[in-house]
C-alpha cells in the first residue's frame, strides 16, 4: 500500500497539474469504489465542481472543490492515482500514432481493457498503469484515472466541514511531519502503549501514514529490534525512533516515493526510493552498515519485518 510518501507526493503533483480545473463527468467499472454515493448521484454531485486545492490526511488523498465539497481517494494497496489522457479501446482506429495503434493491437494484456492509455507513454507501457477502475474527466480534455489491479480503492465525496466523519478519518492518530509535532508529543503517544515497536508504528490511529517499508527503514537507522517491546525502550531510544521518522518520511519524499511494487507517481513514472532501501525486501545482503550482519526477514503479526540482527538487537 502506497505510505506517507508515496501520497504525498501525488499530492504535490496535484497540485501542479489541476488546480483550477474543472470536472465533467466520471467513470467506474466497479461502482462500489464510490462509498458515499451511487454512481448516478456521484456524478450528478460533481459535475461541474472546480479543483481548489489537494492535500493529505494520512494515507487519503483529499482535493477540496467548489461548493465546499471534498473528494477523497484512498488508493489502498495496488492501487494509484495517474493524470493524462486515456481512450476507449473501440477507438483506437482513430489513433495517428501508426507504431502506437500496432503496438496497442498486438498487446495481449490489453484485451480486457476498456481504456488505453495515450499519454504520457508510461500509461500504455508500464502494465501497473494499465488497471483504470475510475475516471474523472477534466474541462482541459485530460483526466485523472485511478489504476487498482485489485479493486480495493476507495473514493468518497462529502463536505468539506464534515470530512472528520467520513470513514475512520476522524479516529486517525497525529501526523509524524506536522511542524508541531515534536519529541514531547511523540514520547506521550508512548506512555500507556504496549506492544512490539514495529506493528506500534504501523497502527494509523497511533501515529499516520507509516507502514511495512519506512516502519523497517526507521528501525533499520535507530538500530531497533522490530519486536523490540514499546514498554522497555529507554528515552535515548524513543529520541532515535522520532529522528529518523522523519529524516526517512522527508527522505522518501524528496524520492517522491517508494516503486518497488505497484506504486507510480501521477505521471505514471516511478518514484526512487526502492533504490535507497537499507532493511525493507532486502532479506539476504549484508548490512549496509558494514557490520558484519545480513539482513534477516521474519514476521511480527501478520507482516514481514527485515532486520539486521547486529545492530538491532
Same mark, same amino acid.
Given at each position: ?6 501520497v504525498?507526493?501525488i ?8 488546480i ?18 451511487s ?18 490526511r494520512a ?7 467548489s ?13 494509484h ?62 483526466m485523472?484515472?485511478?489504476s487498482?489491479l ?13 470530512i ?6 476522524g ?8 511542524a ?27 501515529i ?9 527503514e ?16 529507554k ?6 525512533i ?5 529524516s ?19 505521471d ?13 525486501q532486502m532479506?539476504?545482503?549484508? $548490512? ?19 532486520f $539486521?540482527p547486529?545492530?538491532?538487537?
Amino acid at each position: 500500500m502506497p505510505e506517507l510518501p508515496e501520497v504525498e507526493t501525488i499530492v504535490r503533483q496535484l497540485n501542479k497539474k489541476v488546480i483550477g480545473l474543472k470536472i465533467l463527468d466520471a467513470w467506474t467499472d466497479w461502482p462500489r469504489t464510490i462509498k458515499t454515493h451511487s454512481l448516478i448521484k456521484f456524478k450528478k454531485e460533481i459535475k461541474g465542481l472546480k479543483i481548489l486545492r489537494a492535500h493529505r490526511r494520512a494515507k487519503y488523498i483529499m482535493m477540496d472543490l467548489s461548493e465546499g465539497k471534498t473528494l477523497i481517494i484512498h488508493q489502498k494497496i495496488s492501487g494509484h492515482l495517474l493524470y493524462g489522457k486515456w481512450i476507449e479501446k473501440n477507438q483506437i482506429s482513430n489513433i495517428k500514432n501508426q507504431n502506437y495503434k500496432l503496438k496497442i493491437k498486438n498487446d495481449l494484456k490489453l484485451k480486457n481493457q476498456k481504456w488505453v492509455g495515450l499519454e504520457p507513454e508510461a500509461l500504455w507501457q508500464d502494465p501497473f498503469n494499465r488497471h483504470i477502475r475510475f475516471l474523472l474527466f477534466l474541462n482541459n480534455g485530460k483526466m485523472l484515472g485511478l489504476s487498482d489491479l485489485r479493486r480495493f480503492g476507495k473514493v468518497f465525496l462529502g463536505d468539506t466541514e464534515k470530512i472528520e466523519h467520513i470513514n475512520e478519518i476522524g479516529r486517525l492518530g497525529p501526523e509524524p511531519l506536522d511542524a508541531g509535532f515534536n519529541f514531547k508529543k511523540f514520547r506521550e503517544l508512548f506512555r500507556n502503549k504496549k506492544g512490539k515497536i514495529k506493528q506500534v508504528l504501523m497502527d494509523p490511529f497511533f501515529i499516520v501514514g507509516i507502514g511495512n517499508i519506512y516502519s523497517d527503514e526507521i528501525l533499520w537507522f535507530s538500530g531497533i529490534h522490530p519486536e523490540h517491546r514499546t514498554e522497555s525502550l529507554k528515552e535515548a531510544e524513543l529520541k532515535k525512533i522520532f529522528k529518523y521518522m522523519k529524516s526517512v518520511l522527508n527522505k522518501a519524499i524528496d524520492a517522491k516515493g517508494d516503486s518497488q511494487q505497484d506504486y507510480r507517481t501521477l505521471d505514471g513514472g516511478f518514484g526512487n526510493y526502492q533504490n535507497m532501501t537499507m532493511a525493507y525486501q532486502m532479506t539476504g545482503e549484508k $548490512c549496509k552498515k558494514h557490520d558484519g550482519g545480513v539482513i534477516k526477514r521474519i514476521k511480527v503479526g501478520s507482516r514481514s519485518a527485515h532486520f $539486521c540482527p547486529v545492530h538491532q538487537k
